[in-house]
C-alpha cells in the first residue's frame, strides 16, 4: 500500500471517531466473553476470522503500517488444545513495503481463501505442507468515474483498492468488498480476474463496503458500508448476474459508522460487529435491532477491552462465536486477540464452495 492509502486512512479514521455514547455491559444478555488467544504484536492487528471444523483460521496485519513488519499470516487456533497450533505466513509478499491480510473464506475441502493486498486472493491449503497459490490476482485501481469512463470508481476521489471481505456463493463465486472504490468484485468459479459487480452511491463512505454475509437460503448478498459521510449502514441485494442500485435495499441502518464483519445464525438473525462502539449487533430477520452484545472479555491476566472487535465466525460445534480483536486505532498490543462470545445461538450451515481441482 501506498503513502496515498495511508493519508487516506488517516482522514477516514478522524471522521470515524467521533465521540459515541457509553454501552451498559451486557447488552441484553449472552454476554460472556472470553480471550481465547493473543495474537503476536509484529504483525498484529488480527482481522479475518473463518471457523472451519474445529479450527479458527484467523488473519492479519490488517493495518496501514506494515511496512517492515513480519509477513501477513494465518493463525491456527485449534479448540480442542484450547491455543494457536500453528502460523502460516503468507508467500511471495514485499516485505519493505506495505502489506495486509483481511478477509478469509473456506471450500469444502477445508482450503482458505485469503485477501491480500498485495498478492491478491491466496488460496492455501491448512494442512501437511500448507500449499499456497494465487487464485485470483490483486483488485484493479479504478480511476474515479468524474474523470474517466467505466470502468471506474463512483468515489469521488481517486483511492487504490483496498480489499476487505470475501464470501462464496452457492456456485462457488466469490464476492469481495473493495473499502475504498465503493465496489463488490466478483470472482468466478474456480478463480481469475475480478469483475465489477455491484457499484452504488449509497456505498460511498469513509470506508466503504466492509463486511459480507450470504443469506442462509443462499439467494442474497448483505454487505456493509463502513464510516462518514453517513452513518453506518446494511444493505441487501439478490445474487444475480448484474445488479443495480434499484436491486439494493436497506436492511438495517445504525446511527453511527459502525458495522464491520457480519455472519448468520441458524435463526436467521444477523449478528454484526460494530467496530467503533465495541460491540455485536444482532439484528432480526426483518432488519430490526434486537438487542447489542458488548465486552469486556475474561483472561488470566484480567479483563481486556473489546477494542474494534472486526470479524466474527460461528463455531459450529457450540452456541459462540470468534471475534478479532482489531485494536486498529489504540494498536495497543496488549489487545491484539482473537475471543469466543457466548450468543446463544448456532452456527447457519455455511456455503463451502466444491471448486476443484
Known amino acids: 500500500m501506498s503513502s496515498r492509502l495511508s493519508a487516506l486512512f488517516v482522514a477516514a479514521s478522524a ?16 454476554s460472556t466473553s472470553q480471550l481465547a488467544a493473543s495474537i503476536p504484536g509484529n504483525p498484529g492487528y488480527p482481522e479475518g476470522v473463518f471457523f472451519y471444523g474445529t479450527r479458527a483460521y484467523v488473519t492479519g496485519p490488517a493495518a496501514f503500517v506494515t ?5 501477513s499470516r494465518v493463525w491456527v487456533y485449534d479448540t480442542i488444545f484450547k491455543r494457536i497450533v500453528d502460523e502460516i505466513p503468507l508467500v511471495g509478499e514485499d ?28 488460496r492455501v491449503t491448512p494442512y501437511g505442507r500448507n500449499r499456497q497459490e494465487i487464485y485470483a490476482p490483486p483488485l484493479p485501481d479504478l ?29 462457488g463465486r466469490a464476492y469481495v468488498t473493495d473499502s475504498l472504490q465503493a465496489t463488490v468484485f466478483r470472482i468466478p468459479y474456480g478463480g481469475g480476474t475480478p469483475e465489477i459487480w455491484l457499484q452504488d452511491p449509497r456505498f460511498i463512505a469513509s470506508f466503504g463496503t466492509n463486511g459480507l454475509a450470504l443469506s442462509p437460503d443462499g439467494r442474497t448478498l448483505y454487505v456493509g458500508v463502513t464510516g462518514d459521510p453517513q452513518p453506518g449502514a446494511i444493505y441487501s441485494v439478490p445474487i444475480m448476474d448484474h445488479p443495480t442500485p434499484a436491486d439494493v435495499t436497506l436492511f438495517h441502518q445504525y446511527e453511527y459508522p459502525d458495522p464491520d464483519g457480519m455472519a448468520f445464525g ?23 435491532e434486537e438487542r447489542r452484545i458488548t465486552g469486556p472479555m475474561d483472561s488470566p491476566g484480567g479483563p481486556i477491552p473489546w477494542d474494534n472487535p472486526a470479524v466474527l465466525s460461528f463455531n459450529w460445534w457450540a452456541p459462540e462465536v470468534f ?15 482473537v475471543f469466543t462470545v457466548q450468543v446463544g445461538d448456532r452456527a447457519s450451515v455455511p456455503a463451502l464452495p466444491l471448486i476443484l481441482p
Open 266 to 288: 441458524a435463526s436467521g438473525k444477523l449478528y454484526v460487529t460494530l467496530a467503533y462502539s465495541n460491540a455485536i449487533s444482532v439484528l432480526r430477520p426483518d432488519g430490526t
Open 323 to 337: 471475534v478479532t480483536n482489531h485494536a486498529l486505532l489504540s494498536s495497543d498490543p496488549a489487545h491484539f486477540s
Open 95 to 122: 516485505l519493505a513495503a506495505e502489506h495486509a491480510a483481511s478477509g478469509l473464506a473456506a471450500d469444502v475441502f477445508g482450503r482458505l481463501y485469503i485477501l491480500s493486498t498485495q498478492l491478491g486472493v491466496v
Open 15 to 30: 471522521l470515524a471517531l467521533a465521540p459515541l455514547p457509553a454501552l451498559a455491559h451486557g447488552g441484553g444478555g449472552g
Open 143 to 171: 480511476p474515479p468515474c468524474i474523470t474517466s469512463p467505466a470502468p471506474c470508481s463512483p468515489a469521488p476521489f481517486d483511492a487504490p483498492p483496498l480489499p476487505n471481505d470475501i464470501v462464496f456463493d452457492r456456485l
Open 67 to 71: 511496512a517492515g513488519s513480519a509477513a
